[in-house]
Every structure is written in C-alpha cells, then in structure tokens.
C-alpha cells in the first residue's frame, strides 16, 4: 500500500479519534479535539489510559537507588579503570532516572490535561554515553538487585498496549545497565 492510499485512512482515523475525545470531554470543540489527536498524543493517551505510570515511575525509583548504590561502589573500588566506569555508570543510572521520572510526569500530565496535550510532546534530555565494561563485578550484587527489579517493572511498561517510543527506549536501557552491573555467566567466561 502506497503513502497516498494510507493518508485516507490515517486522516480518518484522527477524526475518529476526536469524536471519541469530544464524547469524553463534552465540552470540547472538534478543532481542538483535532489538534490533540496527533498520533503522538493518541499514543501518550494509550499508555496513560492503559495504565502506565505505576510501572515507569517505579522503574525510575529502583534506578534512582541503583546510582547512588553504584556511587557508592565506585567510592569503595580499588581499581582506577573500574572506578571511573562505575562512576560513569552511576552518571548514566542518574540520567536514565531522571529521564524516567520525566515520562512518568508526562503520563501524569496527559492524565491531567489530556486531551489538551503539549504540541511538542515529551522532550528529554540527552543521555550520556553508555559506560564501559567492567573488570569486576565485586560489591555491585545490590546494583545487580535494584536493576533486575527496574528491568522487571521496564518489561510491564514494555508489554502495554502501544507504548510511546521514548518509553520503549529507556526500557532498553535498563536492560541495557542491568547487563552492565551483572557479571557474565561463568560459562561465558573466557
């Protein structure tokens, strides 16, 4: 199917979509019902709807408490090179904290606002870059604990209903610093 077949249906898909929100908001007028019905806006709407914030906002708890645990690990590392990356690492755990408890304020916010959500939608700050490979793994067993529980509750976000991109992203990078604090198998070892 050809773009100029799609545009029919995705225009009538919002419209759709604005009748649904001035049944809901009675007191709405179609042009504005028309101008919250972005598709960026119908996905936020989705997520918030479906119930999205518990599992970001938690997500971001148990995030939260791994930097500072990771932090804390860095101060106690003997070894130079593993220190800088954990404290690259407790760097990038704050960043992806806050990049959550971002989200999860705008999921409260379309909740609150909606269907009058933000034009620009949600617009996080850059990430820092990814920290490197740990030699050792020693003293980060509760950082390995605090993440499994973030990945479990990034997962939920994951599997509801159409979750908004950036939502998707950050739960790859819990995964990701899951990974990163946990050391490798030891039949994985070389």
Not at 54 to 75: K, Q, R
Not at 94 to 105: D, I, P
Not at 162 to 179: D, I, K, N, S, T
Request: glycine share 6%; proline share 9%; hydrophobic share 40%.
């Amino acid at each position: 199917m050809s773009d100029d077949q799609d545009t029919p249906r995705r225009h009538n898909a919002r419209k759709a979509d604005a009748r649904r929100l001035q049944q809901r908001y009675p007191g709405l007028r179609y042009t504005d019902a028309c101008a919250a019905s972005t598709p960026e806006a119908r996905t936020w709407r989705k997520f918030e709807e479906s119930g999205g914030y518990p599992p970001v906002t938690t997500c971001a708890s148990y995030v939260a408490e791994a930097a500072s645990l990771i932090e804390a690990a860095a101060v106690h590392c003997n070894d130079p090179d593993d220190r800088y990356r954990r404290a690259e690492g407790a760097n990038f755990a704050l960043s992806l904290a806050l990049y959550l408890f971002g989200a999860a304020a705008f999921v409260e916010m379309v909740r609150v606002c909606s269907p009058l959500v933000p034009d620009d939608g949600f617009e996080p700050s850059p990430m820092p870059a990814f920290p490197g490979l740990l030699r050792s793994h020693s003293g980060l067993h509760d950082v390995a604990a605090m993440l499994t529980f973030a990945s479990s509750y990034a997962s939920m976000a994951e599997g509801m209903p159409g979750p908004p991109a950036e939502v998707l992203a950050a739960a790859q990078h819990v995964h990701a610093l899951r990974a990163w604090s946990t050391p490798p198998a030891a039949g994985n070892a070389l």
